[in-house]
């Protein structure tokens, strides 16, 4: 079946199911009349009579009712035990005479002609009729309302994986609470008589929904997030919760107290230990720490009020503080958190509330329990109890509570002091957008402490930081300028989820990384255009000077050095101005420039470079400029030292870098003769410029060689 399907045959069978429930609601009879338990010894007291009852005008406000005598001349005694809504509180000796009663009763009513005894001994009529539609539109609506709610939020899991342990336990508690609510629905709304036949089978029913639900539940805690072992502990919970429920029907023991409500709170604290086992268990998992949170928080929450309002009084022989019809409600938030789970933002956002909840609920708890402590204990008054557990309650527990919170609510808070501390650090240090860009990562591990980071590709450009929707993952855009986004899996070292608050933080830094760069962006475009100034005015006033003197001289020694500085202005002004030459367009240039000045020193020159191998590669201005000053100074110490009269440049090309060797047949001695090396130092420095290095050696058949290597992207 679809799930659809599924869900929608479950939904049949539930209003079915409400159907024949409201049917035998409706079968008891109705006097129309609001009874309560006399103070005396025995007998009821009347509180309202309805406006529609068959009994108004006949009966008074504040009579007491001390029996019922049936037309046959039977007397039925009344005691205040009649209108228990929770009858399963008796002795199972007092249960068994509180059957025969109702029983007793309702073939009274039934029959006609039976009549009220009144303490004055005074006789009235008791007319009953058929319990009207509209009475069903207070207690047994609401149980109602929430058998089903619950009913299909659990039914609404388990339809979409039917396969799953968990959501198998989590349907059967889905519809034991239906029964539950149903059955008391049935008996607990009842205004005063219910056949006995029908009140046994119906607390029966109820009986073993409340142990089922019990079963499913504590159960679950044992499969989810994880199997904590490969035992049956599920199936073991189930024959326990039908095992007592034969004693209980059985009536083995006093009362319920002992098949019932005791073993409910036993199962109780073992689901708080499974929970327990399971929180160890997912250590280093962010995802099933995470689920286990919100289960222990929506499960336990509901479960613990309805329990300690409800069911713990029970089992140590006091009535419940609150009315079921209070109790279910408050047993409700189970399914509505569940629900609210569902979706996955509130997931998303648990970690960021977890720790507040469980204080603010252990804050009210702690008063409730100080004030019944002192008003069952001691022996105060409501008044002064409650005014001495708010006194503790706010100069004990609430300091304690924010200490702990201050201890550890926060540890798992990102650093956002340390995280601006050092990327103000960082703006102020860099000098190039590069180191910016460079620390961006290690920005977000130190704030974030994610388990792995991650800088794919982007050829998507997002334009905000994003979190996966179960808070694994986060996503920041690629910085301006940039490619890369930054991808970042489960903050703190795997401990937990991103949150909206790591989003927050996360845009901030994005943002001022953002302007770093656009500052310095406009700082080098400011600084770019002054040089630019700059070298205009050197190639115009100091180029037209040079050119003027080269023209002007006799002297060949002063044209030549002339010459030599108008190039090196030349190459100074190009490489300012930042624009890209091909490596062709360079090697050329460096043979003009080189076979001149050999030339003119009476030297050979063998110039060998392969176009095709050379022209599909582009070079940077200043890449440019350094590779013609390193054979410009390796040219110029031949022509000093070497004494050569021929003189070979090679230039050279593979898949990884560029060779340009120059070499002459002279004296083989060092670079600078038997001077300081610095033309060497000078060449050097210009290479590891470019990532690159200069070798130098003396050839075996004489002379020296001069090798330039650099990567060759």
Partial sequence: MAPRQRFLLIAVVALAAIAISAQVALSSPWLG?????????????????????????????????????????????????LVMEEPDLLSHTDLNLFMKRQTELDQALHSGGARFVLASGDQVPAVA????????????????????????????????????????????????????????????????????????????????????VNASLVSLFWVYPRPLARFPVPALMICIALIMWVLSELQVGESAQVTVYLPIVVGYVLGLCFAGAQWVASK????????????????????????????????????????????????????????????????????????????????????????AILIMGVGLTSTYALTLSLAIAGWLYFPLRQWLWDRFGQRSSISLNEALRELVDKLFSASTEAEVRRAWPDLLRMTFQPLSLEMPDAPDKKAAVAVSADGVLMELPALPGDTRRASLEFASNGARLFTKEDMRVANLLYDLTGKALQALQARDAGAKKERSRIMRDLHDDLGARLLSLVYATDTGTVREVARSALRDLHGLVDTTAGTPASLLEVANGCEGEIRQRLTDSGIELDWQADPMRLSDQELSARAAANIARILREAISNIIKHANADRVEVTWSRDSDHLLVRVSDNGKGETLDGQGDGHGLRTMQVRAEDLGGRVDCWVLAEGGFAVELTLPAA
């Fill in 33 to 81: 009349l609001e009874l309560s338990p006399h103070d005396g010894p025995e007998g009821l007291r009347v509180d309202r009579v309805h406006p529609d009852s068959p009994n108004a005008g006949v009966i008074r406000v504040g009579s007491i009712i001390v029996g019922l005598q049936a037309a046959d001349g039977r007397q039925i005694p009344l005691h205040g035990n």
């Fill in 129 to 212: 009729i058929d319990t009207p539609w509209h009475q069903l539109s207070g207690g047994f609506s609401i149980h109602t309302f929430y058998g089903l709610i619950a009913l299909m939020v659990a039914v609404g899991i388990w339809a979409f994986r039917p396969k799953s342990a968990a959501t198998r336990l989590y349907a059967l508690s889905g519809v034991a609470t239906m029964v539950n609510t149903l059955t008391l629905a049935i008996y607990g709304d009842r205004e005063f008589v219910l056949s006995g036949d029908v009140f046994a089978v119906v607390s029966a029913v109820n009986h073993l929904a409340t142990l089922m």
């Fill in 284 to 371: 280093g998992r962010p995802l099933e720490r995470a689920a286990l949170k919100w289960c222990v928080l929506a499960i336990f929450l509901g479960s613990v009020l309805l329990m300690g309002l409800v069911i713990i009084p029970p089992a140590f022989g006091h009535p419940p503080l609150v009315p079921l019809l209070v109790g279910f409600g408050a047993y409700l938030i189970l399914y509505l958190g569940i629900a609210a789970g569902l979706v996955r933002y509130r997931l998303f956002d648990i970690e960021r509330w977890w720790f507040k909840t469980w204080l603010w609920f252990a804050g009210g708890l702690m008063v409730l329990v100080l004030d």
